[in-house]
T-cell receptor
Framework: DAGITQSPRHKVTETGTPVTLRCHQT?????MYWYRQDPGHGLRLIHY???????DKGEVSDGYSVSRSKTEDFLLTLESATSSQTSVYFC????????????FGPGTRLTVL | GDSVTQMEGPVTLSEEAFLTINCTYT??????LFWYVQYPGEGLQLLLK?????DKGSNKGFEATYRKETTSFHLEKGSVQVSDSAVYFC?????????????FGKGTTLSVSS
């Protein structure tokens, strides 16, 4: 367990509003990730970070932005929420390389009406 | 690009039955392979992993062997319990992936009845 918390755990919002999801870790892991989970798609990578202020896009990054101002915090922002962004969002961390275990947070269920 | 294919569910078994969930992958180089499990309402947690060919990962009675010749990493358990009911994800990790992110299969739902 890498001590990952996500907030909020549940959120309902309306189309067109901005939304920010927060991920906080206590293990000082270098890499942090945001995935979304949708039925029939498994988990897909939105954005990732490989250090403070170092971020890059994943497979499904359109409509999302991220920021990492501290090692322990990774924020995901939906600039103008749409119904297609209704999903469960998971944050994950990784200490080292591709052979290491990724640890996942408990998830945030977001509903966009 | 790299990809993971796992059998579609749901898989419905009686307690003490034998479980196999198939997983195959496509990758360049030498990926690491993982099985994650997701219990209802929770995040994913690592079940087992293997980092090179012929390695066997095992945990809680589950096993999977990294087969490079068949590009497979099938999950097995000899006797399932009701508490094993969950969604199981096969995943691939590679230095080729941006940020060493994981590539996931779509997940297989397992339901075990007593």
């Amino acid at each position: 367990d890498a001590g990952i918390t996500q907030s909020p755990r549940h959120k309902v919002t309306e189309t067109g509003t901005p939304v920010t999801l927060r991920c906080h870790q206590t293990e000082n892991h270098r890499y942090m990730y945001w995935y979304r989970q949708d039925p029939g798609h498994g988990l897909r990578l939105i954005h990732y970070s490989y250090g403070v202020k170092d971020t890059d896009k994943g497979e499904v990054s359109d409509g999302y932005s991220v920021s990492r101002s501290k090692t322990e915090d990774f924020l995901l922002t939906l600039e103008s929420a749409t119904s297609s962004q209704t999903s469960v969002y998971f944050c994950a961390t990784l200490a080292g390389g591709p052979t290491d275990t990724q640890y996942f947070g408990p998830g945030t269920r977001l509903t966009v009406l | 690009g790299d990809s993971v294919t796992q059998m579609e569910g749901p898989v419905t078994l009686s307690e003490e039955a034998f479980l196999t969930i198939n997983c195959t992958y496509t990758a360049t180089g030498y990926p690491s392979l993982f099985w994650y499990v997701q219990y209802p309402g929770e995040g994913l947690q690592l079940l087992l992993k293997a980092t090179k060919a012929d390695d066997k990962g095992s945990n809680k009675g589950f096993e999977a062997t990294y087969r490079k010749e068949t590009t497979s990493f099938h999950l097995e358990k000899g006797s399932v319990q009701v508490s094993d009911s969950a969604v199981y994800f096969c995943a691939l990790g590679s230095a080729n992936q941006a940020g060493t992110a994981l590539i996931f299969g779509k997940g297989t739902t397992l339901s075990v009845s007593s």
